[in-house]
């Protein structure tokens, strides 16, 4: 088993910054995709950003030009870079990563479970 544990929520006013961080740790052997996710009460879960086992990015429309999605493999975590922050950012972020697990022959999903961010008006 993987266990997710997510840092770096918190509040603050629309146009600042904040950084979340996710540390994978158990049996870790090879983790392949690792996303970032936001959930607000009464929208549907959204993907935020991801980021491959080498590197390559993706990101939300919503998100674009102002989050950056990093990962170091040696560390086993993923950080996302939020900057420029809009009241409309507010949501529990989860981060979820993706491992091919030999034993089961086929690759599984772990999820943290979120931070808080709030931005405030």
């Known amino acids: 088993q993987v266990q997710l544990v997510e840092s770096g929520g918190g509040l603050v006013q629309a146009g600042g910054s904040l950084k979340l961080s996710c540390e994978a740790s158990?049996?870790?052997?090879?983790?392949?995709?690792m996303n970032w996710y936001r959930q607000a009460p009464g929208k549907q879960r959204e993907l935020v950003a991801s980021?491959?086992?080498?590197?390559?990015?993706n990101y939300s429309d919503s998100v674009k030009g102002r989050f950056t999605i990093s990962r170091d493999n040696a560390k086993n975590t993923v950080d996302l870079q939020m900057n420029s922050l809009k009241p409309e950012d507010t949501a529990v972020y989860v981060c979820?990563?993706?491992?091919?697990?030999?034993?089961?022959?086929?690759?599984?999903?772990?999820w943290g479970q979120g931070t808080q961010v709030t931005v405030s008006s």
């Open positions: 979820n990563v993706k491992q091919w697990v030999y034993r089961l022959r086929r690759e599984s999903d772990y």
């Open positions: 980021i491959s086992r080498e590197h390559r990015t």
């Open positions: 158990g049996r870790v052997f090879g983790i392949n995709d």
